[in-house]
């Protein structure tokens, strides 16, 4: 059967609508990867610069607040057995 000038007229719509489509979509995501880039909390400010280690200082600032771990222990040793209060009825 052979095909008319209406069906080569569709098929050459439906491809000029995918590229259509295909380029919006790039265009899209790009935008979309742009803008997120643009208010990543990360890139809202240069790294600030300083003279020391910068893992020294915030290991000093931390200890100098009472956020030092110390030892390593996550909690103090429990030396007292708890009391335990039992009823009946």
Known sequence: M?????V???RNRAASAKRALAALSVVGFLGAFVLV???H???AAPPAT?????SS?????DES????????????PQR???DVQTSTS
């Open 8 to 10: 080569a007229a569709a």
């Open 41 to 43: 909390p990360g890139a």
């Open 50 to 54: 300083s003279n020391e280690d910068s």
């Open 37 to 39: 880039r643009a208010a």
């Open 57 to 61: 200082q915030s290991q000093n600032d």
């Open 65 to 76: 607040r009472g956020f030092g771990f110390g030892g390593g222990s996550i909690s103090p």
């Open 80 to 82: 007292a057995v708890p």
């Open 2 to 6: 052979a095909e008319g000038p209406r």
